[in-house]
């Protein structure tokens, strides 16, 4: 159970149960740069670009590097705020990490960039958020600012990150705007609430299921994976689906594949603590599988050497080498490969159903 913060109210408004419901964490790709580029952006002005790209991923600081320290705005970073909603009342806090003190009827939020003369809260994003006047976020964080440093108005926009720039999009609350805000956050705050006294809360499907931590455990999901097991006991109750409402039948099977993937991704996780006993001398285990990539640049001439027509392949693995001069052959070319520092290796973790290790 996660109560709603300012970045995930959006969320519960759609489906208060997203919150009630157990959630599931993973990071992908556009979140752990979203994560990298945010640390970098705070620490850039402060201490430098290089030690800034030193405190982040090293796979990261390519891309996060394109972005010039010079082009971000001068104010107060990552500042993390308290909203009361009962009382209409806010107050910034000394927290890091997003430590929120969690006090009952309080809202948290974190601000990327709070500049006070300018009456002014900004939002770092990668990607396109949507417009500014739309962001709930940006629409709470900036009741959050203007309730604590006693504003009567309040300029909220993104930061949008595009390469070496920044993109500005920005949107003015006023006293009704913020006023309806706080109406908005206390409806959704209310039907949360509600969705905790209900022993299996209501869910609300929608296109904004893929993006809900909750989702493994959701009833429409679990409800949706058995549909699917029940249908493929049968093909024709497959057909006569996607004969009914083929739009929906894509739509079902957009929604249950996503569900399949966090399944997958929480039984990877669990397993990779300690393995999963299945029964029947079976156990989920996480299984490292190392996978080694040859770098064609550096590696052709050695390539070149070996297999005469290697320029006409579309690319070159270990698998391909032993097919085209068997397995002992193969090893020693990759010998003179990786000597070359022609190959990249790196562990890959399976999860797998394997038989079950003696106590």
Same mark, same amino acid.
């Given at each position: 159970? &996660? ?51 030193? *405190? ?38 000394? !927290? ?16 990327? #960039? ?6 002014? !809260? ?13 962001? +709930? ?10 309730? @604590? ?29 913020? *006023? ?9 705050? @209310? ?47 497959? &057909? &006569? ?7 929906? @039948? ?38 490292? #599988? ?30 391909? +080498? ?19 520092? *022609? ?12 038989? &079950?290790?003696?106590?």
């Amino acid at each position: 159970m &996660a109560r709603p913060t300012a970045s995930s109210l959006w969320l519960g408004e759609l489906c208060p149960a997203s919150h009630v419901l157990p959630q599931v964490r993973e990071t992908n790709e556009g979140q752990a740069f979203g994560t990298a580029i945010h640390k970098y952006a705070e620490l850039a002005p402060q201490i430098g670009k290089e030690r800034a790209l030193a *405190a982040i991923p090293e796979e990261m600081r390519e891309r996060c590097g394109e972005l010039d320290p010079t082009s971000l705005p001068a104010g107060n970073r990552e500042v993390p705020i308290e909203y009361d909603l009962e009382h209409g009342e806010a107050r910034l806090l000394d !927290v890091t990490d997003r430590a929120y003190p969690k006090r009952e009827g309080c809202v948290y939020g974190t601000i990327d #960039v709070l500049q006070i003369q300018r009456q002014s !809260v900004w939002d770092y994003k990668s990607g396109w958020p949507g417009s500014a006047n739309e962001s +709930l976020q940006l629409a709470a964080l900036g009741l959050f600012a203007a309730r @604590a440093l006693r504003w009567d108005e309040v300029t909220v926009g993104h930061l949008r990150i595009d390469g070496e720039r920044l993109r500005l999009d920005f949107h003015l609350l006023s006293g009704i705007e913020l *006023a309806a805000v706080h109406a908005r956050i206390k409806s959704i705050l @209310a039907r949360y609430e509600g969705a905790k006294s209900q022993e299996i809360p209501d869910v609300y499907p929608g296109d904004h299921c893929t993006m809900c931590p909750a989702m493994p455990a959701c009833p429409a999901t679990t409800a949706m994976i058995r549909q699917v097991s029940e249908a493929m006991a049968e093909e024709s109750r497959v &057909a &006569a689906m996607v004969e009914a409402d083929p739009v929906g @039948a894509w739509t079902f099977l957009e929604r249950a594949g996503d569900a399949l993937d966090r399944l997958r991704a929480e039984l990877k996780r669990r397993a990779s603590m300690a393995p999963i006993d299945l029964g029947n001398g079976k156990q989920l285990r996480i299984l490292d #599988v190392e996978k080694k990539t040859i770098d064609g640049k550096r590696g052709l001439p050695i390539l070149r050497d070996t297999i005469p027509d290697v320029d006409a392949l579309c690319s070159v693995s270990k698998t391909r +080498l032993e097919k085209a001069l068997g397995k002992r052959n193969a090893n020693v070319v990759m010998q003179r490969l990786e000597a070359a520092g *022609a190959v990249e290796t790196n562990t890959e973790h399976h999860l797998r159903k394997v038989a &079950a290790k003696e106590p």
